[in-house]
């Protein structure tokens, strides 16, 4: 597509239930990221995927949340037994990524997640 | 040490004026710098890379000192619309597949006032 597209764009859910978000990335993209935004706060990485490779996933913050990617197509994002602190908004990104440089990341609009 | 740090601000500049920015980051083997504007509620947004020799486009011109490891943008003749959170970008972490892998500030606020 001609942008990174996320689905659902707001999400409220009760505490302690699983959320899946998704993912599109930018067509020809093969490096697709996901970071979380809590209100008035900056970009926390979760995790990364190039191509085929294993994911990094260094920046999950715990076994609830996990994600998946089947080669360079679309991404989602599970959290599991949803707690407040995982309110936020979660932001993909997709990239051009290259050994010799970089291009820069191109955004989703995000999915707003409300865990009441 | 935070791998890319920049003052939060706020910056409150009337319109017209000039500001600068300043990003510090702490990996001395980074390749790649990048400005980001984050609007309220909205994704970050690429601005402009930042080119070792310093580049410029239209109103903004970024810089790169690689021996002091910090970055610049300035705006010149601001504008109300240029009110926004800008975000320095690096990437700091060159992680298995090479430089792909950024790190990003936690911002600084700018308001440009009537």
């Known amino acids: 597509g001609a942008g990174v597209s996320q689905s659902p764009s707001n999400k409220v859910t009760e505490k302690g239930k699983d959320v899946e978000l998704r993912c599109d990335p930018i067509?020809?993209?093969?490096?697709l990221y996901w970071y979380r935004q809590r209100l008035g706060q900056g970009l926390e990485f979760l995790i990364y995927?190039?191509?085929?490779?294993?994911?990094?996933k260094s920046g999950l913050p715990s076994d609830r949340f996990s994600a998946e990617r089947t080669g360079e197509s679309v991404s989602t994002l599970t959290i599991q037994r949803t707690q407040q602190e995982d309110s936020a908004v979660y932001l993909c990104?997709?990239?051009?990524?290259?050994?010799?440089?970089?291009?820069?990341?191109?955004f989703g609009s995000g999915t707003r997640l409300t865990v009441v | 040490r935070k791998e890319v740090e920049q003052d939060p601000g706020p910056f409150n500049v009337p319109e017209g004026a000039t500001v600068a920015f300043n990003c510090t980051y702490s990996?001395?083997?980074?390749?790649?710098f990048f400005w980001y504007r984050q609007d309220c509620r909205k994704e970050p947004k690429l601005l402009m890379s930042?080119?070792?020799s310093g580049n410029e486009d239209g109103r903004f011109t970024a810089q790169l000192n690689r021996a002091s490891q910090y970055i610049s943008l300035l705006i010149r003749d601001s504008k109300l619309s240029d009110s926004a959170t800008y975000l320095c970008v690096v990437n700091g972490n060159l992680g298995d597949f090479g430089n792909e892998k950024l790190t990003f500030g936690t911002g600084t606020r700018l308001t440009i006032i009537p």
């Open positions: 930042v080119y070792s």
């Open positions: 995927f190039q191509g085929n490779s294993a994911p990094d």
């Open positions: 990996n001395s083997a980074s390749q790649s």
């Open positions: 067509s020809g993209h093969t490096a």
């Open positions: 990104a997709s990239s051009l990524a290259m050994q010799e440089f970089n291009y820069g990341y191109t």
